[in-house]
């Protein structure tokens, strides 16, 4: 769990400490294309049932018990939900303002790029399969003026308004002069299976004066990714 100078916290259960404004936004991740909801049958061949005629899972008694039983009687039928590939568009913020006033820093903006590249990679599970995060692009407001001081404050008010940076084109819902566009492939058959079944693009001359694109959090991006 992030520290509550991250993200917002609700310290009201019992004594009400108030509410933390953090400065880590995150919103709801739509899918690019239409997703196939599917259902898998498992079958548990375990009895998980402590209290069977007071035997202890694992004691002779049990074990005697368990072979008079009629398997079908001994099954648990089950479902596993599963969606076979799915692209999604996640969108965040970082305020500079509620950072200051957290104490967020630069050390934590590091450490949250590097868990959003591979937060995945260590929750593997059968029904997440190889979820994974396929691009991390950052756009950081850093200013235009000649004055230092006032570059900061142009920064921190943002150079740009976020729907500019973050609105991108899309299969069926193009946007014009977008920053990163997102096709399927030219040759595509079919519904999309793979993260080859798309070409993502990245304009990095279309940003508005004052604000710098980063991959992964880190490197510039060149002309054109």
């Known amino acids: 769990m992030p520290p509550r100078r991250w993200m917002d916290a609700v310290m009201s259960t019992g004594p009400n400490a108030g509410q933390v404004r953090g400065p880590v936004q995150v919103s709801f991740s739509p899918s690019l294309d239409p997703i196939l909801p ?23 008694e049990f074990r005697a018990w368990e072979e008079r039983q009629p398997a079908d009687e001994l099954r648990t039928m089950g ?23 957290t104490g967020f820093s630069d050390a934590d903006l590091a450490h949250l790029w590097e868990a959003l590249l591979g937060m995945w990679d260590h929750d593997r599970s059968a029904s997440k399969g190889v979820m994974s995060c396929r691009g991390l692009y950052v756009f950081k407001h850093v200013g235009t003026d000649s004055d230092a001081t006032q570059r900061v404050r142009q920064a921190m008010l943002g150079c740009a308004p976020a729907h500019r940076l973050l609105d991108f084109s899309q ?7 977008a920053i990163i566009e997102i096709e399927r492939r030219a040759d595509l058959q079919g519904s999309p299976r793979t993260f080859a079944d798309y070409v993502v693009k990245v304009y990095p001359e279309r940003l508005p004066a004052g604000v710098e694109l980063l991959v992964d959090g880190r490197t510039p991006a060149a002309t054109p990714v």
Do not use: W
């Open 38 to 60: 599917m259902d898998a049958s498992i079958t548990r061949m375990a009895v998980a049932d402590n209290d069977i005629k007071g035997a202890n899972i694992g004691s002779a």
């Open 79 to 101: 479902r596993k939900a599963l969606i076979p590939y799915g692209l999604y568009a996640c969108k965040g913020f970082v305020s500079a303002h509620l950072a200051q006033g």
């Open 171 to 177: 299969p069926g819902r193009e946007q014009v002069n």
